[in-house]
């Protein structure tokens, strides 16, 4: 397809690196006719941004620290200045002290605990605050979950308490946005291959098994993702709103391994 997204202009947060998922969304998002602007939070990850951003044709970058009101409040104020309306936000961040996602759920620290739920879920809720005024002709705001938000993951621990209150986030936040003509999603990829993904323990594991053990016999790549955010964001997903579109090879349908692995 081409120029799915012709004429939209989208805010994409999140991009660490070229295999970011927020990244492989912006790839699409491009190809498909968008006009993006990135946020990144200090000038380390700037770094790696700034060049990626060049490759889709995007000049327009801010830093931004979603713990800070101020600084939120900064890059919408430039946003703005910039461009007269907002047509879809990708909200891709989340974080956890890296030394909590091994070993036992039961020993989370209250100060992990509330800096994760704080950076993963109630950013999303902060951002669209912010976005949705400037959703004047209506829009889309898509962020990312994982399924350990619904079932045990070895080692996702607090991250998926995380990811459960960001899907509720995802819904209420429909219902709120949506008489405005504002579409709230989230996607949910199977493990995948990046920066956040290998902080978390075993993880390398997980994404051979998850493969292993899918329908599909394969996991998500960032391409199919993409096309999923830009099916969502697009006139064609005009009626969805509230869900948690998963892809990931069909993993989540799966109650016990695949029968040549039991």
């Not at 291959?193 to 599909?216: M, Q, V």
């Not at 955010?229 to 969805?240: F, H, N, P």
């Amino acid at each position: 397809m081409a120029d799915l997204m012709k004429g939209k202009r989208g805010l994409v947060m999140g991009v660490a690196n070229e295999r970011s998922i927020a990244w492989g969304i912006a790839r699409v998002m491009a190809a498909e006719g968008a006009e993006l602007a990135f946020t990144y939070q200090g000038e380390a990850f700037g770094k790696r941004v700034r060049p990626l951003a060049q490759t889709v044709g995007s000049d327009l970058l801010v830093d931004v620290d979603v713990t800070d009101e101020a600084s939120l409040d900064m890059a919408f104020n430039s946003l703005n200045e910039k461009w007269d309306r907002l047509d879809f936000l990708v909200h891709a961040i989340a974080f956890s002290d890296k030394n909590e996602l091994t070993g036992r759920f039961v020993n989370t620290s209250r100060e992990n605990f509330r800096n994760s739920l704080d950076i993963s879920c109630y950013s999303l809720i902060d951002v669209a605050r912010r976005a949705a005024p400037m959703m004047t002709d209506g829009g889309t705001i898509l962020t990312l979950t994982f399924g350990g938000s619904t079932s045990v993951m070895p080692n996702y621990n607090v991250m998926g308490v995380a990811k459960a209150a960001l899907e509720s986030a995802v819904r209420y936040l429909a219902s709120d946005l949506g008489p405005d003509g504002i579409r709230v999603n989230a996607i949910s990829p199977g493990p995948m291959k990046t920066l956040a993904g290998a902080a978390i323990g075993g993880a390398r594991k997980t994404y051979r098994h998850a493969e292993a053990n899918a329908p599909l016999r394969s996991n998500a790549t960032q391409d199919a993702i993409g096309g999923t955010a830009a099916y969502l964001a697009s006139d064609y997903g005009a009626s969805t709103s509230g869900e948690i579109i998963h892809v990931d090879g069909g993993y989540h349908v799966m109650g016990m391994p695949a029968p040549g692995n039991l």
